[in-house]
Structures are given as C-alpha cells and as structure tokens.
Antibody
C-alpha cells in the first residue's frame, strides 16, 4: 500500500525557510507525480507544486519565486522548501501522489506555524 | 488561473437525506475535476475523479456529474460518517481547489 509521511519543524520564524520531507513507502517516486498541498486556517486549500517521475517540477505561479521541490530517489523521499516565510504561510502541509492531476494518496499532514 | 466557486459553504441535513454540493469553474475544465472528503482530524480522501468516476472503495451513494464549467457532488442516503468537509479541485490548467463545504447532520 502506498503511504506518505510528512516531517519537519512545526515552528518557523518569519523570513526564514520552511523545509519539509515527504517519505514514501509502498511505491517508487520514480513513477507518477508527487505534490505538496497546504490547508490554511479557515479551510482554504492550495496546491503548491509537484515533482515528476523524471525530476521535473511545476509550481503554483503564486509561489514560484519562493518554492523549490526536490527529491532523493535513493531514499524515496521528496522535499519542500519555501523561502522568506511570513505568518501567511501558517498552514497544515500535506504531501500526496498525483494521478495524473488529482491526488489519490495523502500523507497525514504536518502543521507549520510561522511565528517569532 | 482557473477559479473554483464552491457552494454552499456549509450544509446541514438529516440522516437519509440526499445532498448536493456545487462547483463552478471560471472557464471550461473539460471534466478534469475531482472531489475530496476530509473528516475532522484526517487528511483528504479522494471520492470522485474525472467529474464522475468513483474512486476505489468509495460507497456508491456518492456520485459526481457535470461538464463544462458546472459540476456537482451528490450524496444519497446521508449517513453519520459523511460528516466532513468536501472540496472540489480542477486539474485542467494547473491545480486549484474550491473553498470547501462543511457538512453537518441536523
């Protein structure tokens, strides 16, 4: 069974970088697409970006200047880095598998608070 | 980018009732639409993809329909376990979500 697990710090200071890891078991990240989504307080959901089976990436235009998604195929992990965070980036962050535009397997989510 | 307008924002219905949630896209998304259910404390779960295809393991009381810019999710015979938030998501051009519908039991 495909399983995803997010990990990373739950608290990040404003202007710093947010870094999260998604560990995947039961399926190789060298197949399909793998994405990051966040849910803000108040329920709004936002797709952030994805990395493909080949390592190519696509990002939400609203985040393009601040976001980077990379991977380590040897560990079957992919990563999110979001730079120059503000309190507006406080959210629950999810990683998920994409088939081919919708998300069929999700991680449990990690809550990240941006605060000094 | 494509905007998804979802309605209603919240919904209260009785057990056994049929409920419908709507999503309207700002342009034609050619049935590239998914629906998700998110129960409190859990991650979202895929219900419907390609506007009307039921995801594996999803009860048949859930159904999706629509085309062009107008789509809907119908839940027949509402059960207590259907209490959740529901989101639509288009994948015709980038990926965008609706604002969500919170479903409660009356």
């Amino acid at each position: 069974e495909v399983q995803l697990q997010e990990s990373g710090p739950g608290l990040v200071k404003p202007s710093q970088s947010l870094s999260l890891t998604c560990s995947v078991t039961g399926y190789s990240i060298t197949s399909n697409y793998w994405g990051w989504i966040r849910k803000f307080p108040g329920n709004k959901m936002e797709w952030m970006g994805y990395i493909s089976y080949s390592g190519s990436t696509s990002y939400n235009p609203s985040l393009k200047s601040r976001i980077s998604i990379t991977r380590d195929t040897s560990k079957n992990q992919f990563f999110l880095q979001l730079n120059s965070v503000t309190t507006e980036d406080t959210a629950t962050y999810y990683c998920a598998r994409i088939i081919p535009g919708f998300f069929d397997y999700w991680g449990q989510g990690v809550m990240v608070t941006v605060s000094s | 980018d494509i905007q998804m307008t979802q309605s209603p924002a919240s919904l209260s219905a009785s057990l056994g009732e049929t409920v419908t949630i709507e999503c309207r896209a700002s342009e034609d998304i050619y049935s590239n639409l998914a629906w998700y259910q998110q129960k409190p404390g859990n991650s979202p779960q895929l219900l419907i993809y390609d506007a009307n295809s039921l995801a594996d393991g999803v009860p048949s009381r859930f159904s999706g329909s629509g085309s062009g810019t107008q789509y809907s999710l119908k839940i027949n015979s509402l059960q207590s376990e259907d209490v959740a938030s529901y989101f639509c998501q288009q994948y015709n051009n980038y990926l965008t979500f609706g604002s969500g519908t919170k479903l409660e039991i009356k």
